[in-house]
């Protein structure tokens, strides 16, 4: 192929500029994901390169490791994934938007968050219950006002009609959200993409 037709390569510094600062993580920019949406600090944006995710300001490193030992369970954590199949499904619907979560973690964004500190982690394995139970909500709220009634903390609805209506639609789409979220989920985890993650870190 002639050189001169081909696609050039643009890093992902070229996007660094004051609407897209540096990922806590990993220093790469921040790009628009969700504009701003009830029950949310501020519009998200995510990193393109170890994929985490973040409500409002960027923060520091310092922030999101906090905000990550919040998650934790020994010498281990769980997160919901943001490169799950069900974040990638729900976008703005994804259960994983809890109210006054900062950061949406990944595996990716987790190790290179820990290494900070001199922590590698050891095991990052599949959370089948929680995992099924986020992609589950995040099937339902697609059909409601508010967001993840039934599971983790809610966003209501804004008006209590709305409120009403979600109520009936959560009694009445249960079981069959679950007999979607069920095959979805196990085909996420199949191929690296499960909703919920649990790590295991250790000291170098």
Not at 31 to 36: A, K, P, S, T, V
Not at 53 to 70: F, N, S
Not at 115 to 139: C, E, F, H, N
């Amino acid at each position: 192929m002639d050189s001169a037709k081909r696609t050039p390569v643009v890093p992902l510094e070229a996007g660094a500029g004051p609407d897209n600062p540096p990922c806590p993580a990993c220093g790469e920019p921040l790009f628009g994901w969700i504009d701003r949406r009830p029950g949310l600090a501020g519009p998200v944006s995510r990193c393109e390169s170890c994929g985490l995710g973040v409500v409002g300001a960027p923060g520091d490193a310092e922030a999101a490791l906090r905000e990550l030992d919040g998650r934790g369970e020994g010498r281990g954590v769980t997160i919901a994934n943001r490169a799950g199949f069900a974040a990638w499904i729900g976008g703005a619907g994804w259960a994983g938007l809890e109210p006054d979560s900062r950061y949406l973690f990944t595996v990716e964004a987790v190790r290179r968050l820990v290494a900070r500190r001199d922590q590698v982690v050891t095991s990052a394995r599949w959370s089948p219950g929680k995992g099924i139970a986020l992609m589950w909500q995040t099937i339902l709220n697609s059909a409601t006002f508010g967001h993840n009634l039934a599971v983790g903390r809610s966003a209501k609805a804004a008006k209590p009609w709305q409120r009403r209506i979600d109520w009936v639609v959560l009694v009445t789409l249960a079981i069959p959200a679950f007999v979607v979220a069920l095959p979805l989920e196990l085909a996420g985890a199949a191929f690296g993409r499960g909703s919920a993650i649990s790590m295991k870190l250790e000291l170098l």
